[in-house]
């Protein structure tokens, strides 16, 4: 990851000073010297530290998304050097609406009313309320993040403040290469589950757009919005979007068949199955296909391990799968639009080498050639497996599909054997191809002996 840089600027190391900080502290835990430092250095702060787990409970949520960004407005106000205050939320921040505007948009119960009661309430009552209160958001980070930016713009002050909301962030597209990615959120743990053949099948809208965004580029429009914010000071806080669903749409059915076009070429090594997974689009698809391509197998396997002396251990997993897809379901069953045009308007603003070094121009990614950088990087940089194994690895899917075949066609029989034994239809068929075939067989031989 860090190569290209230390080319680049061989002393980059020397240049940054990581500083140790809890956001579920007072004041972060910072130590004194290094709050001094900041208090009086600090020229452009970059908040994205967050808590981005769909199931967090409500108190942690609020702490981390909410109360943080409080206590940091706090200190960055105390910074007089401070040109710019970035926040980092999200496009799913007001995922209730079908269109969002690049603004912020008011929250049902003010955020200053939240923090507080999570100070007296306890945690069985905030279960009760959590649904309540999350009213028509599908979780507690969209709904936390939400209040984080109506507690920027209540709290922000004289500072200069800006907002980017990335969509669904995935691998890098061109920088520091393609592909790069250390994070199994959104698509990359998917990608992990279709590659080891564990996701037979995901309940989502194919032709719903697929907004994902990459990382570098999410990196790069932050970037252009701390120098935008500090030189050109905008009167109000300016909210910028980084999607790419507008300006180059991708849907999910076309994303998951180049990712299982991918896995020809590149599969992932010891797959439990072959790769082989479809969109369900009714309850009772997702149902059938969960009982008989998620749950079975499992069992089966754990059966399998069992008799061997060894830990079950499918079953666990597969249910955490399909507890993960149940979260997911929300954001791949529905399209969003995003109005880009503060964005539009910074790319215009920066000059054309600008724009070369800080690339945020979406409308250049060929998709296709991108989701394959992805599922290469998945391989290689989150499962650390090594290009060599691809051939093994192709050699271990042969022999899968050929225990698929085998039982199948012993299941087949078994069922068969079944029916003929309990059902003289089944009995008059069998009957009647047997003596078909005999027929087409002794036909075929005595014209054989004819021509000789
Ligand atoms: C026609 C063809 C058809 C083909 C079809 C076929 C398809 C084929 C292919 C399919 C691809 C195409 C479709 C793609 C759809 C994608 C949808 C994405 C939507 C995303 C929307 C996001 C919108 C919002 C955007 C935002 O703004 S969202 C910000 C992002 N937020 C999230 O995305 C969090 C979500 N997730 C969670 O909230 C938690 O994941 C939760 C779920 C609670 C579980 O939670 P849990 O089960 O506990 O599991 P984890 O905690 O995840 O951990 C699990 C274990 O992995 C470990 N591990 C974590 N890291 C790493 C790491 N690096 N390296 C190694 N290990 C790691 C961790 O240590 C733990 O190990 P252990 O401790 O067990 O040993
Ligand atoms: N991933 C995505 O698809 C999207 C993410 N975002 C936003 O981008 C930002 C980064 O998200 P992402 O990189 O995905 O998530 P990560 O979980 O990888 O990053 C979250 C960051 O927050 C830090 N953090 C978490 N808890 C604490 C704490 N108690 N004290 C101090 N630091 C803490 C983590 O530090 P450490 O590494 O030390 O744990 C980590 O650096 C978030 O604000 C998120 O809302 C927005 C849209 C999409």
């Not at 996701?199 to 970037?223: E, G, Q, Y």
């Not at 391990?305 to 149940?326: Q, V």
Request: glycine letters at 4%; hydrophobic letters at 40%; one cysteine or more.
């Amino acid at each position: 990851m860090f190569e290209k840089v230390k080319e680049v600027c061989p002393n980059v190391h020397e240049k940054i000073r990581a500083i140790s900080a809890d956001l579920n502290q007072n004041d972060f835990a910072i130590s004194k010297e290094d709050l001094q430092e900041l208090l009086s250095n600090t020229n452009v702060i970059f908040h994205c530290a967050a808590t981005v787990r769909f199931d967090d409970h409500l108190r942690h949520a609020v702490q981390l998304n909410v109360t943080a960004t409080q206590q940091l407005l706090l200190m960055a106000s105390q910074m007089p050097k401070l040109e710019a205050f970035i926040h980092i939320s999200t496009a799913y921040s007001n995922c209730n609406l079908k269109h969002i505007d690049e603004v912020i948009y008011p929250c049902p119960v003010e955020p200053k009313k939240i923090i507080d009661s999570m100070e007296w309430l306890d945690d069985a009552i905030i279960d009760e309320i959590t649904p309540k209160l999350i009213g028509d958001q599908p979780n507690t980070y969209t709904y936390t993040k939400a209040l984080g930016e109506v507690v920027v713009q209540q709290e922000g002050g004289d500072l200069n403040i800006a907002i980017v909301r990335p969509s669904i962030m995935g691998a890098t597209w061109q920088e520091p290469f393609p592909g790069w990615v250390d994070n199994i959120n959104g698509p990359s743990g998917l990608i992990i589950a279709a590659g080891k053949g564990f996701l037979r099948s995901v309940r989502a809208t194919p032709m719903a757009v697929a907004d994902l965004i990459p990382a570098d580029t999410v990196v790069n429009l932050t970037l252009a919005v701390g120098w935008y914010t500090a030189v050109h000071r905008p009167k109000s806080t300016l909210v910028y979007h980084c999607t790419s669903g507008n300006l180059n749409p991708c849907n999910w059915g076309k994303m998951g068949f180049q990712v299982l076009a991918t896995f020809e070429k590149i599969p992932f090594e010891r797959a439990f199955r072959r790769p082989n997974a479809d969109f369900t689009t009714n309850n009772i698809s997702t149902h059938y296909w969960n009982a008989v391509s998620h749950r079975a197998p499992a069992i089966i396997y754990d059966f399998y391990l069992r008799l061997t002396g060894r830990k079950p251990r499918m079953t666990k997993l597969m249910n955490r799968l399909l507890r993960t897809l149940s979260m997911l379901e929300y954001f791949i069953n529905r399209s969003w639009e995003w109005s880009t045009h503060n964005t539009e308007m910074l790319m215009s603003e920066l000059s054309p080498e600008d724009q070369r070094v800080f690339n945020f121009d979406i409308r250049q990614l060929n998709w296709l050639e991108y989701i394959e950088n992805y599922v290469l990087g998945v391989k290689k940089y989150l499962l650390k497996e090594d290009m060599a194994g691809i051939p093994e690895a192709k050699q271990h899917l042969k022999r899968l599909r050929n225990i698929h075949y085998l039982f199948n066609t012993a299941l087949f029989l078994i069922v068969w054997r079944l029916l003929i034994a309990r059902s003289q239809v089944a009995r008059n068929v069998w009957f009647f191809i047997v003596s078909f075939c005999y027929k087409f067989l002794s036909y075929f031989r005595a014209s054989s002996t004819l021509k000789v």
